[in-house]
């Protein structure tokens, strides 16, 4: 595939227009508008590269993996554990076996909650998160305090969205065991200090998971130099298929963990007296896996690696930047999340509409955005707002989408304003 | 149980769920100016839930209201 790396700054017009010609869902009405695709925190859409990938797959290839001696289960095997290794080089993990497949960021965190959680857990124990976290980073470790005893801590926010550090350096206590936080909020936006963050729980020999359900989209993921102990994301969210996602942990800790789930794939031997377990990553793997998931991960991996990174943030940066000046002085607006440091997410709420009704009103112009409480209730109540209208934008969006938002904004101040 | 608010719960999810004609009484007529919610399938929840949580609550149910 060639390289996209100076397509970004060689003109920005048309570097965008040849991204947004990768993405054939994009061409189409909703409404009799042109879409505007403004959910991209929800999901990305897929390029037709990732789309090919599976086709392909499934056209020439398929077979289950790790089992047979014939040709294409060779062909398919060769595919799926390319694919983990395009994922370690795209994170820089040590090595493969650190990288295990799931169904998503929410079966990486229940693997790390069930596994590592319930054999380690004890009552006294405690889980540190966050106020801003996604439910998938909440109830999983709600489910092993009840099965263990340990207990819950949370770290407060700002009203502008941040991470109270004075606090979090209270809650780091002997007693704590595990920091489980997100990278980058999904409801707002808000990019945590995670190496701050991961240092002062070293410091106290505590390990730290990652949520970068949002993050891996939108910036370089260096697991080493972060030096997380588990990092977890979805494809989905990054140009790839739904149903598949990673679990990045250290090797010392995966190696230590009991497995998740038993069955076949991740066994050596089994009788019925005991079976013995297979090796890392097979062993955190039963069954047989989302095989074409896989591989169009690896495709969207590659997709976005011949972009820039740098290229990517500037470019998203400046359709935040005007999509927040164009709410800055909207009529009844209020920004929910004004981090300094954020990815391009715009929350907001307007005093004269429920965000159902804006949510309603702007898909009839063709604009697709999230409303509602972003599965993350504790923090909708922190910050006193049952649900916000949510413009998440991604590598395709233009300052013209940024407008639309705002004229289908218009239809609803002109019914409710 | 006073059945005139079940028959105006039944009247109006019917309006809305089965798009059936309804003929309110002149005192509910009004009600017909939110027909329209069923062109917005993902929207008859929100028109329907008041009228399930009250429902429920004539009924003396015990457990929370909900649409399904």
């Given at each position: 595939m060639s390289s996209r790396a100076d397509t970004f700054n060689t003109s920005e017009t048309s570097a965008i227009e040849q991204i947004r010609a990768d993405?054939?869902?994009?061409k189409q009405t909703v409404h009799g508008k042109p879409l505007v695709y403004l959910d991209n925190a929800a999901t990305t859409q897929k390029p037709q590269q990732v789309i090919d990938a599976v086709k392909n797959y499934y056209t020439h290839d398929n077979a289950n993996v790790h089992?047979?001696?014939?040709t294409l289960s060779e062909r398919a095997t060769d595919q799926y554990e390319q694919a983990r290794n395009k994922v370690r080089d795209y994170i820089n993990a040590a090595s493969s076996n650190e990288i295990i497949f799931t169904r998503g960021t929410t079966e990486s965190i229940n693997l790390v909650a069930q596994s590592f959680g319930r054999s380690r857990l004890k009552p006294g124990d405690e889980i540190i998160i966050s106020t801003m976290e996604h439910h998938s980073n909440i109830v999983p470790w709600q489910l092993t305090c009840e099965q263990t005893g340990a207990t819950l801590k949370v770290i407060p926010i700002s009203d502008a969205g941040e991470l109270d550090l004075d606090a979090y350096k209270k809650l780091l206590s002997k007693n704590t065991r595990l920091v489980a936080l997100v990278h980058a909020s999904n409801a707002l936006g808000t990019v945590n200090p995670v190496t701050d963050i991961i240092e002062l729980a070293h410091a106290q020999d505590v390990p730290v998971l990652l949520d970068g359900a949002q993050a891996i989209a939108h910036m370089p993921v260096d697991v080493q130099a972060l030096d997380c102990d588990f990092y977890a994301f979805s494809a989905h969210k990054a140009f790839g298929p739904t149903g598949i996602g990673v679990l990045y942990g250290k090797e010392k800790l995966l190696d230590a963990m009991p497995p998740y789930q038993g069955g076949?794939?991740?066994?050596?031997t089994v009788s019925f007296e005991r079976s013995e377990y297979g090796q890392l990553p097979n062993k955190f793997e039963a069954g047989t896996p989302h095989i074409a998931g896989a591989i169009g991960l690896g495709a969207a991996i590659d997709y976005i690696s011949a972009l820039d990174f740098s290229a990517i943030h500037q470019h998203e940066s400046s359709v935040l930047e005007y999509a927040h000046q164009r709410a800055a002085?909207?009529?009844?607006l209020k920004i929910i999340g004004q981090a300094k440091n954020k990815i391009s997410v715009l929350s907001f709420v307007l005093d004269y509409a429920h965000p159902h009704d804006i949510g309603t009103i702007v898909d009839h112009e063709g604009v697709a955005i999230r409303v509602g409480h972003h599965c993350a209730m504790p923090l909708m109540d922190r910050l006193c707002v049952p649900a916000t209208a949510r413009a998440s934008f991604s590598i395709y969006n233009t300052h013209a989408d940024v407008d639309a938002l705002f004229t289908g904004l218009d239809s609803v101040r002109s019914l409710f304003g | 149980m006073n059945p005139e608010p079940h028959k105006l719960y039944q009247q109006f999810h019917d309006m809305l769920v089965n798009a059936s004609e309804t003929n309110f009484d002149t005192d509910s007529?009004?009600?017909?100016?939110?027909?329209?919610?069923?062109?917005?399938p993902m929207r008859v929840k929100s028109a329907t839930l008041p009228w399930h949580t009250i429902n429920h609550s004539l009924e003396g149910a015990e457990q929370p209201a909900t649409t399904e």
């Open positions: 993405f054939p869902v994009l089992r047979g001696l014939h076949g794939e991740m066994i050596r002085d909207y009529p009844g | 007529q009004k009600l017909v100016m939110l027909a329209g919610v069923k062109e917005f």
